[in-house]
């Protein structure tokens, strides 16, 4: 029996190590090209992009090569786990363009709500001179930078919250030279 049974388990492995090795390139091709469409999509109208590595930051350009923002990606922990965020703003870090979520483990219909085309288009938009706020039992205001916490789901909206108020401090330091 404890031959069969570890003969089993090496088949077992050997096959999830084999399945690994084959399609581990083509996630990772997977993920590459959803970072790319995001881009396009949390700010809208850009035809060229041009990733800067020391800022980790893309610079948006439209179609006569003028700069209309930048995307950049965020990871933070949220209720079940890590949050992965591509963030998009305007020229003067001052305006967000929108938001798109890239991994999520938040809990199905409720903190995975953080992905919807509704909690998304509050940050199309908002202006975060000021900072962003997550509220909760009052109406959200894009001119203050504030945005309604999912129900039931404010862990996780707090969170991506948090999330893109840290990164934004970040690229508005590495692009204005250390300056905020």
């Not at 469409?37 to 948006?60: I, L, N, Q």
């Not at 992965?84 to 709500?113: H, R």
């Amino acid at each position: 029996m404890v031959v069969v049974l570890t003969a089993a388990g090496l088949f077992a492995g050997g096959v999830l190590a084999y399945v690994y090795r084959a399609t581990s390139a083509d996630i990772e091709a997977n993920r590459v090209a959803e970072k790319e469409r995001a881009v396009g999509v949390v700010v809208p109208g850009t035809v060229e992009k041009r990733y800067d590595d020391s800022s980790a930051v893309y610079e948006c350009l439209d179609g006569s090569g003028q700069l209309i923002g930048y995307a950049f990606e965020a990871v933070g922990s949220g209720f079940q786990g890590p949050i992965g965020l591509m963030i998009g703003a305007d020229a003067d870090l001052l305006t967000l363009t929108g938001l798109y979520v890239l991994e999520s483990s938040e809990t199905p219909g409720l903190g995975a709500k953080i992905s919807t085309d509704e909690f998304r288009a509050q940050f199309a938009g908002l202006s975060v001179a000021g900072g962003l706020t997550v509220v909760k039992n009052e109406p959200a205001d894009k001119a203050r930078g504030r945005v309604q916490a999912i129900t039931g789901a404010t862990i996780s909206s707090n969170a991506v919250g948090r999330i893109v108020n840290l990164r934004l401090a970040e690229v508005r330091g590495a692009l204005k030279g250390g300056s905020e």
